[in-house]
């Protein structure tokens, strides 16, 4: 087992969650499915209970914990991508099955959980600092999804 693992709440769809995610992003894998012993407060004995599961190589689990908890923007997946094509690859499989778009790189899957979907061209000029920074940060705040042509305009101060 690893050392830290994160822990991810679902009603009771989180085998199907899994399995999405290892469809859409590389390096990720469904490694166990347990079903629960005994009848629990979300569920009956022999319902999938947890599922173990990687994304991008980040390990996970969720947990078929019934509508106690929902999942909040608070905790988000953040998914640097190379080029647009990527951007809009990961961007339109989360929001087209069943997703939500949302402002800034951010969208949310049908599950509710969160998801940065962030071209490395942004990440970089906010690492600059300084007006290159002032130029991406304030394109971006006008985008749902981020639109890499326009983050490499504003960079050049285009």
């Known amino acids: 087992m690893n050392k830290n693992t ?3 709440w679902y ?4 085998e199907n969650a899994a399995r999405f995610y290892v469809s859409v992003f590389p390096d990720s894998a ?3 499915v347990h079903h629960a012993p005994s009848d629990f407060p979300g569920g009956k004995a022999g319902q999938v209970l947890t599922v173990e599961f990687s994304v991008c190589g980040i390990p996970c689990l969720g947990l078929n914990g019934g509508d106690v908890f929902k999942q909040t923007e608070a905790f988000s997946f953040q998914i640097a ?3 647009q094509a990527e ?7 989360i929001v087209g099955n069943g997703g939500a778009e949302s402002a800034c790189g951010w969208c949310k899957d049908r599950w509710g959980l969160s998801w940065q979907i962030t071209p490395r ?3 970089e000029a906010m690492a600059q600092g300084g007006d290159v920074a002032k130029r ?6 006008t985008m ?3 639109d890499v042509a326009a983050i490499e305009a504003a960079v050049k101060g285009a």
């Open 136 to 141: 991406a940060f304030e394109a971006m705040m």
């Open 6 to 8: 994160i822990c991810l």
């Open 30 to 32: 469904v490694t166990a």
């Open 144 to 146: 749902g999804k981020i």
């Open 87 to 93: 951007t809009d690859r990961y961007w339109n499989a």
């Open 121 to 123: 061209v942004l990440t």
């Open 81 to 83: 991508t190379e080029d």
């Open 11 to 14: 009603t009771d769809d989180a």
